[in-house]
Antibody, heavy 119, light 109 residues
């Protein structure tokens, strides 16, 4: 069965960096584009970034452009999100999701990893 | 900055029908936006319901349907059950970026 497991979240000070990971299993990871989506406490979903199946194409939401980098290692079935120059607005649950069927078709989601900014 | 809008909240009686909509600040929503819909219950990850406007996943009940309605994407829940009470989000594709709507809280009362 398809499984996505995020890790790497934690409490971090503003201005610092963090790297999130998403380990995939149960499907051919290298055949699918992958996304990161976040949700601030008590708020709605916010799309963050997407990476193509081979890592050659990436797109980002405006609030994170220039600060976050999405990447993947298909040999390790792992998706990453490097978060730099973090601000309080980046406090959120971060989900990875698989894209299938269409550019907005995110069919499987992980359980999320929490990033909390605190000085 | 592209903005996607949804109804903030809707209430429906058990067994009834409710339609949620998803609008774009750039104009009419079309199939080229590949509208998708997600359900989220408190404390849970989002669950995909509809992709590419009308397509259900294998786990999506047949009483859940997607469409385009008056320049908006729409999600219709028929024969509503108590377990349909949740937050519903639409997602639109904009030539690279994707944008979620703010969500619609559906209450079954």
């Amino acid at each position: 069965q398809v499984q996505l497991v995020e890790s790497g979240g934690g409490v971090v000070q503003p201005g610092r960096s963090l790297r999130l990971s998403c380990t995939a299993s149960g499907f051919t990871f290298s055949s699918y584009a992958m996304h990161w989506v976040r949700q601030a406490p008590g708020k709605g979903l916010e799309w963050v970034a997407v990476i193509s199946y081979d890592g050659s194409k990436k797109d980002y939401a405006e609030p994170v452009k220039g600060r976050f980098i999405i990447s993947r290692d298909n040999s390790k079935n792992t998706l990453y999100l490097q978060l730099d120059r973090l601000t309080n607005d980046d406090t959120a649950e971060y989900y990875c999701a698989r894209e299938s069927g269409s550019p907005a078709g995110l069919d499987y989601w992980g359980q999320g990893t929490r990033v909390t900014l605190s000085s | 900055q592209t903005v996607v809008t949804q109804e903030a909240s809707l209430t429906v009686s058990p067994g009834g029908t409710v339609t949620l909509t998803c609008a774009s600040s750039t104009g009419a929503v079309t199939r080229n936006h590949y509208p998708s819909w997600f359900q989220q219950k408190p404390g849970q990850s989002p669950r995909a319901l509809i992709y590419s406007t009308v397509n259900r996943y294998s786990w999506t009940p047949a009483r859940v349907s997607g469409s385009l309605l008056g320049g908006k994407a729409a999600l219709t829940l028929s024969d509503v059950q108590p377990e349909d009470e949740a937050e519903y989000y639409c997602l639109l594709f904009y030539s690279g970026a994707r944008v979620f709507g703010p969500g619609t809280q559906v209450t079954v009362l």
